[in-house]
């Protein structure tokens, strides 16, 4: 079974490509069983923002999910400049299975004293957390592994996903996830996969990226500063593989399909790649593999 955690949803009104709809289209297209769905995270842009005027993207997405219980789970996020304790128990009694939250995007440090509150929450609601973590945006800094490891020592019952490992910072990331029970690492789209992508000439004051060569519109960091898979067989190996969840950044990444193909092709046990692809998520989800 494949579960793709980390898929970013919209309503259908606001973008059908990016909806939950799209998404079923693309997991049966790539034989995907399940994913995980985010709601748009806040600060929400003028646009969206239309669509949940009362900060309820949680019920929305929890509401996306509900004909399709057994492939979609609905995560959840919640507006850190509001009322997150609050926020966190209505999205746990709605039904969202953890919260996806983006440090640097939302604006907020994870050694905060003035969050305490919400991750103690978290921990008592027994609700993973997953933070985008690494090189990307404003104030790249400030989701360093090290920040998870002070995070996950001060509230060692909450679950931790450190999406993205940190890229660049995979050893790092590792090494906290080696020392602390409840970190796990996330794997979207931080793949190398050189053979497929190209160079790109980047526009004054872009990120420079790599894209996909048959297909320009998928891109990725560029590769030299991408995992490559033997180091990720080398981190399986040695830390477990029970720490290691799949991610697609769905729609970021449309081409699952190749990441999936790269850790089905490692030289992993059976057992080793079904955790990466699914079971560790949906254990994390407290769901049955089925
Ligand atoms: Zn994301």
Known sequence: MIVANHCHVVPEERSPEESPRALLRDMDRLGIDKAVLYPPIPPF???TRKFFPDGDQNKWVVEACRDYEDRLIPW???DIRGDPVTEAEE??????RGLKMHPQMQGFKLDDPKLDKF???LEDLSMPVLFHTGYHGPDPWITHPMYIDYLSRKHPKLVIIMEHMSFPFYTEAATVAAHRENVYLG??????VDHLFKVVKARKGELRVQVLEEDEREYMLPQSICLPPDKLVDFVKTIG???FIWGADWPMSRRLDIYI???ENLPLTEE???LILGKNILRICKLQFT
């Open 45 to 47: 842009s003028d646009e």
């Open 76 to 78: 959840g996020t919640v």
């Open 91 to 96: 999205a746990y009694s709605l039904g969202c």
């Open 119 to 121: 991750f103690e929450k």
């Open 187 to 192: 794997l979207a789209k931080i793949l190398r």
């Open 241 to 243: 593989a029970d720490k």
């Open 261 to 263: 193909k790269v850790i």
């Open 272 to 274: 080793e790649k079904s």
